[in-house]
């Protein structure tokens, strides 16, 4: 007959020979480093710079703002205005209430700039008003919109711009790459 311990020993060694083994090893992890280091390879150089990018935010942030304006206008029937100061990255919205007085809209969102760092307003020009290259303008928005025809020029530290156009009486606003006078 067998001794009963030494089968007991002999299933414990079984069992820990058919354990599987925790971790990875050092080829999974060098395949896994290759494989991020090609995709870092294509990816970055595709990044563009932070400047055109900043730039590109800004302008799409600043034409949904004015949408979001507008609508917001149009829907509590509150008269809003834009006092924008080119040469500056100053963009600041007020409402007008009930009672005639004016005060920073209690939106937190109406209450943040649009502008990113490095952009900065280089013109603004309204057919009425003509381009205004420095000071402030303000523009109204009510119930229908803007009441004007609107350009705004941003421009990044490079020297590159975007336009954002915002057209009378809609709510439609476009935000289009380079400096753009009349809508493409």
Same mark, same amino acid.
């Given at each position: 007959?067998?001794?009963?311990?030494?089968?007991?020993?002999?299933?414990?060694?079984?069992?820990?020979?058919?354990?599987?083994?925790?971790?990875?090893?050092?080829?999974?992890?060098?395949?896994?480093?290759?494989?991020?280091?090609?995709?870092?390879?294509?990816?970055?150089?595709?990044?563009?710079?932070?400047?055109?990018?900043?730039?590109?935010?800004?302008?799409?942030?600043?034409?949904?703002?004015?949408?979001?304006?507008?609508?917001?206008?149009? !829907?509590?029937? @509150?008269?809003?205005?834009?006092?924008?100061? %080119?040469?500056?990255?100053? &963009? *600041?919205? =007020? +409402?007008?209430?009930?009672?005639?007085?004016?005060?920073?809209?209690?939106?937190?969102?109406?209450?943040?700039?649009?502008?990113?760092?490095?952009?900065?307003?280089?013109?603004?020009?309204?057919?009425?008003?003509?381009?205004?290259?420095?000071?402030?303008?303000?523009?109204?928005?009510?119930?229908?919109?803007?009441?004007?025809?609107?350009?705004?020029?941003?421009?990044? !530290?490079?020297? @590159?711009?975007?336009?954002?156009?915002?057209? %009378?009486?809609?709510?439609? &606003? *476009?935000? =289009? +790459?380079?400096?753009?006078?009349?809508?493409?």
């Amino acid at each position: 007959m067998d001794n009963p311990s030494a089968i007991g020993s002999d299933a414990l060694l079984l069992r820990r020979e058919n354990r599987c083994p925790s971790g990875f090893t050092l080829i999974e992890i060098a395949v896994v480093m290759a494989i991020i280091g090609m995709v870092l390879l294509l990816v970055i150089p595709r990044l563009p710079s932070s400047d055109q990018e900043n730039l590109k935010i800004s302008a799409r942030t600043l034409a949904s703002t004015l949408r979001y304006i507008q609508e917001r206008a149009a !829907t509590s029937r @509150t008269v809003y205005y834009l006092v924008l100061a %080119p040469g500056t990255d100053s &963009v *600041k919205f =007020f +409402e007008i209430g009930g009672d005639g007085n004016t005060r920073e809209p209690s939106d937190p969102l109406l209450q943040k700039s649009p502008m990113k760092e490095g952009v900065t307003i280089a013109d603004v020009r309204i057919p009425r008003s003509g381009k205004v290259i420095d000071g402030q303008i303000r523009i109204d928005i009510g119930v229908g919109g803007v009441r004007d025809f609107v350009t705004i020029h941003l421009r990044s !530290t490079e020297g @590159t711009f975007w336009t954002v156009m915002a057209f %009378p009486s809609g709510g439609k &606003v *476009k935000a =289009f +790459e380079g400096y753009h006078e009349d809508p493409p």
